[in-house]
């Protein structure tokens, strides 16, 4: 007999979560899991739309973009831990008062800590040892949600979200097959990312391979959400469904200390 679960997807700004885990948070609703998002940042860097209106800012706008994304995805909850955006790595606001990247470890974890002791939460869903590439929100998740577990009265299962690196390979060499060329959008993905590091995590390294074919449309959904953020967004979105099913239609995870080997299944049922 399977229990209700509560998981909580721990995200560095908004719009990550409907790239990286909107598809596994709107299943979780659907199968009656309660589902709370949790940002660590504001995201006022990202990038600002021409339609603000006249005293709207763009943290407002971001803040009403998740409310809808969580509509979608089903969570019960958005929940901030109030910290200001670190910017891209090496942008000067790296180092900025007040943001997330710089702020106490122990106070960061202890804010979201709150919301795990708040929520009685089972599971908790960061991200990988280095965000995925290297990020410096991203990172700060990592180090925040694995120290807010541990500080936590009822320490949670964790779960890090990543990038599967061998698919993206495959899909980028599938693209070039198909004619995309270098100016098209295509990266390396064994190549330096942010930190100096490849894409995401080898397929050998992984845990869990979500499908998510069924709640695909809800993704796109999520996405469409933080049409604020024009660039990145608009990028996913002028993929086509077949291709974006394919490219998309699973979201992986890792769970420290759990034996080696990926499974493809749903990791949230509890016996």
Not at 164 to 170: A, L, T
Request: proline share 4%; hydrophobic share 40%.
């Amino acid at each position: 007999m399977t229990r209700v679960s509560t998981i909580v997807f721990f995200h560095a700004h908004p719009d990550d979560e409907a790239s990286q885990t909107s598809g596994t948070m709107t299943l979780a609703s659907r199968r009656g899991h309660r589902v709370v998002v949790v940002y660590g940042t504001n995201g006022e860097h990202g990038e600002s739309p021409d339609d603000l209106a006249e005293g709207e800012s763009l943290v407002a706008r971001r803040r009403a973009e998740a409310a809808a994304s969580a509509q979608v995805t089903g969570a019960a909850r958005v929940a901030w831990l109030g910290y200001s955006d670190s910017g891209m790595t090496g942008w000067e606001q790296n180092a900025s008062e007040g943001n997330f990247h710089t702020a106490d470890l122990d106070e960061a974890a202890g804010r979201l800590a709150a919301i795990l002791d708040e929520e009685d939460a089972d599971v908790l869903v960061g991200y990988d040892w280095h965000g995925g590439y290297g990020h410096p929100d991203h990172v700060k998740v990592h180090h925040v949600a694995h120290r807010a577990a541990e500080l936590a009265a009822r320490r949670p299962r964790m779960l890090e979200a990543t990038m599967n690196r061998d698919h993206m390979r495959g899909l980028f060499a599938l693209a070039v097959e198909l004619g995309m060329g270098p100016d098209d959008g295509g990266f390396d993905v064994d190549g330096p990312a942010d930190d100096g590091n490849p894409f995401g995590t080898p397929e050998n390294e992984l845990h869990w391979a979500v499908d998510i074919s069924e709640a695909i449309d809800a993704k796109r959904e999520a996405l469409a959400c933080h049409r604020s953020q024009t660039t990145d967004i608009g990028m996913f979105l002028a993929i086509p469904l077949e291709h974006f099913r394919t490219g998309f239609g699973r979201e992986f995870f890792i769970e420290p200390g759990r034996a080696p080997g990926m499974v493809a299944g749903w990791p949230f049922d509890q016996e």
